[in-house]
Structures are given as structure tokens and as C-alpha cells.
């Protein structure tokens, strides 16, 4: 069954600290991975897509890790602001046969404070 | 913003009611999706419209019932609901379904249904 799994559940962090966002998948095959970030009371919004060649991949602040190997990704967040509060959901989608299927994780909950 | 509007953003109905929820999206894009967000739980995907054909329903109980006139505007008509279809209803545009594959997706910001 396709999977997948973030960790941890919440995190609460001091502005200007840099902080891990975990995901680990179970999905096959493999399409890509997408990093959201949701503000209470928003939709998501995409901070990345990476596939299966790509191990790193930045966006400002944020700089997200893809081991295909393991099934592992990261969301790191670097010198963060008040702003980072929000849901960071890991998103993978997988694709086979024709038929194609998003599976998301649950979110990780992020709250930093001054 | 996104480029993706829904109305309203929050809904209060009882189990006999028929509502609609409105999604517009200003993009440009072909492809439109409804999700639902419950507390806790990963977002489920609903429905899938390309082209304003509907692609894929992922075993929806029929009270609910999509509506995508163009490719711009999309609407999920609900009746008869229950309370654990309390949730927050996502809508989503994408570019295209080319070869299938879900292309970056732009959400609109939400509508809060409650189902009392």
C-alpha cells in the first residue's frame, strides 16, 4: 500500500533557528516529490518538485533532500521566520501501467515563535 | 494569491440542505481538482476534471456531486450530507493532464464546510 509518512507531527522552534522536516514513502514507482506549505485557513502552496534524479533542490530558505534508495526526503529550513508557521505536507506521486496516484502525508505542524 | 478562488469560504448547513461550492480559476489551466481536508488526516482527492471531462472519481458518496461547465469554474453541489462531512474543501488547477500526470497544482484558499 502506498504510504507516506512525515514526521515529526508538530515542531515548535525559536526565530532564527534552522529546523528538519521528515518524509518517508512507501510509494512505487516513483514520479516525483512536492513539498507544500499551508497557512492556517489556506490552501497549499508548492515549495518544490523533485524527481527522481534530483537529490537537492532550493527555494530561498528552504532546501529540500530526495534519497530514492531509502524513500527518504527532507524539508530543511534555514534561519526561520515567523512567517514559517504553517503545515509543510510531503506530497509523492507515483505513476505505472497508465494510471497515475497522488498520495500525501499528513503534515508536519511548524510553529515558530519569537 | 494562488489565481484560484472559492466561495463561500465557510459553510454552516444541516443534513437536509443543498449547497454548492464555486471554484474559478484564472490561470489559464485545463485541469481542475476538488480535495477534502479533515483534521488530522492526509488531503483525500475527490474528483478530477480534464478538459472539463471528468477523469477520475475516487468513490465519492454520490451527495456529492461535481460540476465543471468550463475549464475555468468548477462546482461541488452537496445534499444530504452528514456531519463527518465536516471538512475543508479544496479546490485545485493544474496546466494540463498530459500523459496523465498530475502537473504542479495551484490550490484556492478553501471552503470550511460544517455539517450540523
Known amino acids: 500500500k502506498n504510504q507516506v509518512e512525515q514526521s515529526p507531527q508538530s515542531l515548535i522552534i525559536l526565530e532564527g533557528k534552522n529546523c528538519t522536516l521528515q518524509c518517508n514513502y512507501t510509494v512505487s514507482p516513483f514520479s516525483n516529490l512536492r513539498w507544500y506549505k499551508q497557512d492556517t485557513g489556506r490552501g497549499p502552496v508548492s515549495l518544490t518538485i523533485m524527481t527522481f534524479s534530483e537529490n537537492t533542490k532550493s527555494n530561498g530558505r528552504y532546501t529540500a533532500t530526495l534519497d530514492a534508495d531509502t524513500k527518504q526526503s527532507s524539508l530543511h529550513i534555514t534561519a526561520s521566520q515567523l512567517s514559517d508557521s504553517a503545515s509543510y505536507i510531503c506530497v509523492v506521486l507515483n505513476s505505472g501501467a497508465g494510471s497515475y496516484q497522488l498520495t500525501f502525508g499528513k503534515g508536519t505542524k511548524l510553529s515558530v515563535i519569537p | ?116
Open chain 2, 1 to 116: 494569491e494562488t489565481g484560484v478562488t472559492q466561495t463561500p469560504r465557510h459553510l454552516v448547513m444541516g443534513m437536509t440542505n443543498k449547497k454548492s461550492l464555486k471554484c474559478e480559476q484564472h490561470l489559464g489551466h485545463n485541469a481542475m481538482y476538488w480535495y477534502k481536508q479533515s483534521a488530522k488526516k492526509p488531503l483525500e482527492l475527490m474528483f478530477v476534471y480534464s478538459l472539463e471531462e471528468r477523469v477520475e472519481n475516487n468513490s465519492v458518496p454520490s451527495r456529492f456531486s461535481p460540476e465543471c461547465p468550463n475549464s475555468s469554474h468548477l462546482f461541488l453541489h452537496l445534499h444530504t450530507l452528514q456531519p463527518e462531512d465536516s471538512a475543508l474543501y479544496l479546490c485545485a488547477s493544474s496546466p494540463r493532464l498530459a500523459g496523465g500526470v498530475y502537473n504542479e497544482q495551484f490550490f484556492g484558499p478553501g471552503t470550511r464546510l460544517t455539517v450540523l
